[in-house]
Nanobody, 121 residues
């Protein structure tokens, strides 16, 4: 059993900030890449940012300079610091992680339940 739980979403005004957290728990042998994705009603889930186990990061172009992804391997947790939020950032934000479950020899993608981020004008 592996579970990813996001937290930190909420309602903020344009220009504000939020910090999302996602913690993985369960019988975990290792975690490879982790990332954040978001999804609005009627649209496909889109990549926001990813981070490798060693800290290499990639961002969607619209997020560069505003969002920062980081991770704490000891805590099996990934974070997303969101600054200068815009109404178009409104979406459900999902945590993703490639996880090797204890007793296996392969990585499987896992997803959290999502946390709502709403940015008002």
């Amino acid at each position: 059993q592996v579970q990813l739980v996001e937290s930190g979403g909420g309602l903020v005004q344009a220009g504000g900030s939020l910090r999302l957290s996602c913690k993985a728990s369960g019988t975990i042998y290792g975690i490879r890449a982790m990332g954040w994705y978001h999804q609005s009603p009627g649209k496909q889930r889109e990549l926001v940012a990813t981070i490798s186990r060693t800290g290499n990061t990639d961002y969607a172009d619209s997020m560069k300079g505003r969002f920062t992804i980081s991770r704490d391997n000891a805590k099996s947790t990934v974070y997303l610091q969101m600054n200068s939020l815009k109404p178009e950032d409104t979406a459900v934000y999902y945590c993703n992680a490639d996880i090797m479950v204890g007793g296996t020899d392969y990585y499987t993608p896992y997803w959290g339940q999502g946390t709502q981020v709403t940015v008002s004008s």
